[in-house]
T-cell receptor, first 113, second 113 residues
């Protein structure tokens, strides 16, 4: 099965509300978890990442939490704005000795005005 | 400080032709990754290279696809005898070291007629 699973696939929130996207992983050796934002027709851009030696990291309205025991990590966006509308991807190591990143299937975040 | 460069940005090929996609990593980055993205889908890891070496090609189709990263010049992803199913966006990313942040190029959108 997939090494990284992401939920939900689509998330619609009112402008100003918070959005939470969750990912689970299966490789217990994983220690680096980035989140990317991809706007339509553009490249994925790193918005925040976390390493396994910390449980939470914040950057203004964006935060990521990591639960190593449960093998899941989450992206939190507070005070959402229209420009937050995009597809968000979590990623983790591919596992099985492979060196690339395995991406979740993505969450299409829609900010309702 | 130029980011990751890819060319061409758009490529149209007829079935049976060859496609060559180029990627120049960020300055100081010696690790290059290729990913494929189908419409409305996530990013699929294809291959990871360092200068003159293929480190991990576990995501690469066994036939028709090859990749290289020569000592001088860009990394090349080569698709021989293209088929319609090869139509996708191909993204290259680079990093300074393994499990460091990967920065993505703008992608090459391949259309096979």
């Amino acid at each position: 099965g997939e090494n990284v699973e992401q939920h939900p696939s689509t998330l619609s929130v009112q402008e100003g509300d918070s959005a939470v996207i969750k990912c689970t992983y299966s490789d217990s050796a994983s220690n680096y978890f980035p989140w990317y934002k991809q706007e339509l027709g553009k490249r994925p851009q790193l918005i925040i990442d976390i390493r396994s030696n910390v449980g939470e990291k914040k950057d203004q309205r964006i935060a990521v939490t990591l639960n190593k025991t449960a093998k899941h990590f989450s992206l939190h966006i507070t005070e959402t704005q229209p420009e937050d509308s995009a597809v968000y991807f979590c990623a983790g190591p591919s596992g099985g000795g492979a060196d690339g990143l395995t991406f979740g299937k993505g969450t299409h975040l829609i900010i309702q005005p | 400080n130029a980011g990751v460069m890819q060319n061409p940005r758009h490529l149209v090929r007829r079935r049976g032709q060859e496609a060559r996609l180029r990627c120049s990593p960020m300055k100081g980055h010696s690790h290059v990754y290729w990913y494929r993205q189908l419409p409305e889908e996530g990013l699929k890891f294809m291959v990871y290279l360092q200068k003159e070496n293929i480190i991990d090609e576990s995501g690469m189709p066994k036939e028709r696809f090859s990749a290289e990263f020569p000592k001088e010049g860009p990394s090349i992803l080569r698709i021989q005898q293209v088929v319609r199913g090869d139509s996708a966006a191909y993204f290259c990313a680079s990093s300074r070291d393994i499990q460091e942040t990967q920065y993505f190029g703008p992608g090459t959108r391949l259309l096979v007629l």
